[in-house]
């Protein structure tokens, strides 16, 4: 086990030390060569989660730059930015330079919790604690309109799954779009978003991308729950007692809201219509806490249905469906990261012998292809950027 761990620990160092990028006194990680030059919010929690194995400076590092580049000023005051552009650039697309106008999945207090029980490092805390309670008090602010603890994103960037078929119906394009049609569907929505001052509630009501989105959301509890975990670190239990309720507030909300007859669904639009379009992302919501007992053994038993049980689990939409498309970027490949969240989710709910499954299986998958941004779950073929850092998640999963 020591030799493997060694061997793991190895591989990853030279995948993270390759992607690194200094940039004046800040550092990060870069997601991939190339293609992903940029910081990216939810790469950087992963790779934090990464760092904390074998460069405690660094794992800080990532975070540090991470928040470096919270909005300050304005109705958006401290959303955190899904893109950083530290050498300038994006003004064309997004009407800012330097940084995107939406955000990603918020994992930052869970990565920073995370580095913390290995490090022991308290300026890490210090100094995140503020700008992450700035995150949070945003979503709430501009991305609650109906005040029901489940943030709505305005754009599918925003999820992290860019080109998942649960998109198709909410950016109005035809039923299986091309990759071409809906990738320039997401940059003309980025027009729209400047236009309507990316104002959620306005941006329902003109019938634009409002979702609630299911895994977001629990990946939004987790980080509550961290946050509240940090502000107990921190000597404050009278803020920890107010995002321990606020992740209450969102886990209840998934589990009544979200949750029918053993399956987890995103709501549309200001009407908050059920897309009943299937995915692995219900998986992620037990990483949230958002599953009664019975809720997650539901959706275990789905999990270990042969839909969603290739030989390469978890592809991302169950192969059963006609929109499953193994080689296509997100409509139905294996993303590592997500098969971390959904790793710990079983954890979290006691599923040992589930969770033990799906590690071997991911190490098999960077073992057999390497580092790929996500794989084909049949055949387990690396596709998309390479070597792709987050993908070294699976040193975490080694335990
Ligand atoms: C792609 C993914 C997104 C990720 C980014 C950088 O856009 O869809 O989730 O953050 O690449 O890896």
Redesign the pocket.
């Known amino acids: 086990m020591a030799e493997l761990h060694e061997m793991w620990l190895k591989r990853v160092q030279a995948l993270m030390t390759a992607n690194q990028v200094p940039v004046g006194t800040y550092r990060y990680t870069r997601?991939?060569p190339s293609r992903?030059e940029q910081q990216?919010?939810?790469?950087s929690c992963f790779h934090a989660m990464i760092y904390r194995h074998f460069d405690a400076a660094m794992a800080r590092d990532e975070l540090f730059s991470v928040v470096a580049s919270q909005v300050s000023m304005g109705k958006d005051a401290g959303m955190i930015p899904?893109m950083t552009y530290w050498r300038g650039g994006g003004l064309e697309l997004w009407g800012e330079d330097g940084y995107s106008i939406i955000t990603?999945p918020p994992l930052i207090a869970v990565a920073a919790q995370l580095v913390y029980e290995k490090t022991q490092d308290r300026a890490l805390l210090d100094e995140l604690y503020s700008p992450i309670c700035l995150y949070h008090l945003w979503f709430d602010r501009r991305r609650d309109p109906d005040q029901d603890h489940l943030v709505s994103l305005i754009h599918p960037?925003e999820?992290?799954?860019?080109?998942s078929p649960r998109w198709d119906a909410a950016m109005h394009l035809s039923a299986n779009p091309s990759d071409d049609d809906a990738r320039e569907a997401r940059k003309k929505l980025v027009a729209q978003l400047i236009k309507y001052d990316c104002d959620a509630e306005r941006l329902g009501d003109a019938g634009l991308f409002h979702v609630e989105v299911a895994d977001f959301n629990a990946i939004r509890a987790a980080d509550l729950e961290s946050l509240a975990w940090i502000a107990d670190q921190l000597g404050k239990p009278a803020d920890a007692q107010k995002w321990r309720q606020k992740a209450a507030a969102t886990q209840l909300a998934v589990q009544t809201k979200m949750s029918h007859d053993g399956q987890v669904f995103d709501l549309s639009g200001r009407a908050e219509q059920r897309i009943a379009v299937a995915s692995a992302s219900e998986f992620v919501v037990l990483f949230g806490g958002c599953a009664t007992p019975k809720q997650a053994q539901q959706l275990v038993a789905r999990l270990e249905m042969a839909q969603f049980q290739p030989e390469y689990p978890i592809p991302t939409s169950p192969t059963d469906t006609p929109l499953f498309a193994g080689d296509r970027?997100?409509r139905g490949n294996v993303w590592l990261n997500v098969n971390w969240l959904i790793w710990k989710g079983l954890l979290r709910y006691g599923y040992t012998a589930q969770a033990q499954h799906l590690a071997e299986k991911s190490l098999a998958l960077a073992e057999k292809q390497g580092f790929h941004?996500y794989f084909n779950p049949h055949t387990g073929q690396g596709f998309g950027?390479f070597p792709?850092?987050?993908s070294g998640i699976v040193l975490d999963m080694l335990a």
């Open positions: 997601p991939a992903y990216w919010l939810w790469d899904h990603q960037w999820s992290g799954w860019d080109s970027y997100w941004e950027s792709h850092s987050w």
